[in-house]
């Protein structure tokens, strides 16, 4: 049988051969959006990965320290803790004024975005230390958001009394991530229900602060008032330069030293 020479030695035409190159365009197409999309998600988790550990040492850190305030080298057994200022007494000098824990903001920020304490951290002297005397630090501790970092007060002299004073050092890598919110309360915010507790004399209760209740006129001079400070915070943050990759995380904490005081007239 003769073969005819045309047939034998025909190769590919010109239109198989284009469908041939954008079939294999859709492959390697396929295969470059696979692989892209797999290092996107991966980039994700590790930016992710970073955020949360960020966040939570943050998170863990004001915990930890918030939860002693108060704190007061003296108050062992038969000490008296009762504030009475007006009738020359002072129990507990890290619950007394601007030693006491209070929640304001730096300027700027937002409402609610530093919290200012005290407590006996630097030798349990029983004594507020203000950083005057030589050989002692000060006393005076502290959170705040600070244009999209946190910043820590850390045995700050008695000067440090408000969120916008010195004495500030920032905790956070604003290389790294960007707070977009940070929160105190003592009351219940957002997902957080508990709430700071008022005892009178102690045998009635509110589920509110005693300033509030005080206002409400449930106190009455010589009144004996207990507070047990709950602290609700929210912190929110996210990754530098990526709205995309988001965190919020909030937790409670019990003030372990109650605000003990009489109401004056």
């Known amino acids: 049988m003769r073969v005819n020479k045309y047939i034998k030695g025909r190769g590919f035409t010109l239109i198989e051969l284009m469908i041939s190159m954008m079939l294999g365009l859709i492959v390697i197409g396929g295969a ?35 939860r002693r305030a108060g704190y007061w080298g003296l108050a062992i057994s038969g000490s008296n803790a009762v504030n009475d200022v007006a009738g020359g007494t002072l129990g507990n ?63 700050a002299t008695g000067v440090a009394k408000t ?5 500030w050092e920032v905790i956070t890598n604003e290389n790294l991530i960007e707070i977009t919110s940070l929160q105190f309360s003592f009351l219940p915010v957002g997902p957080l229900v508990a709430t700071t507790r008022c005892l009178k004399n102690p045998d009635t209760s509110f589920n509110t602060t005693c300033a509030l209740t005080d206002t409400a006129g449930s106190i009455t001079a010589g009144d004996l008032m207990t507070e047990k400070r709950i602290i609700n915070i929210i912190l929110s943050g996210r990754v530098k330069n990526d709205n995309n990759v988001i965190k919020t995380i909030s937790s409670s904490v019990q003030v372990r030293a109650p605000y003990i005081y009489v109401k004056q007239p």
């Not at 999309?37 to 915990?63: C, E, F, H, P, W």
């Not at 209070?102 to 507020?128: P, R, V």
């Open 32 to 66: 470059l959006s696979i692989y892209i999309s797999t290092i996107k998600s991966s980039g994700d988790i590790v930016k992710s990965a970073r955020l949360n550990y960020n966040l939570d040492s943050v998170m863990q850190l004001m915990v930890n320290d918030i």
């Open 93 to 155: 000098p890290f619950t007394v004024g601007t030693a006491n824990i209070q929640i304001a903001e730096m300027g700027g920020e937002s409402a609610g975005s530093c919290i200012l304490y005290t407590y006996d951290g630097e030798n349990s002297d029983g004594a507020l230390d203000d950083g005057s005397v030589i050989g002692k630090k000060g006393e005076y501790y502290g959170f705040r958001l600070n244009n999209g970092r946190i910043d820590i007060r850390y045995q």
């Open 163 to 167: 969120c916008d004073a010195a004495s």
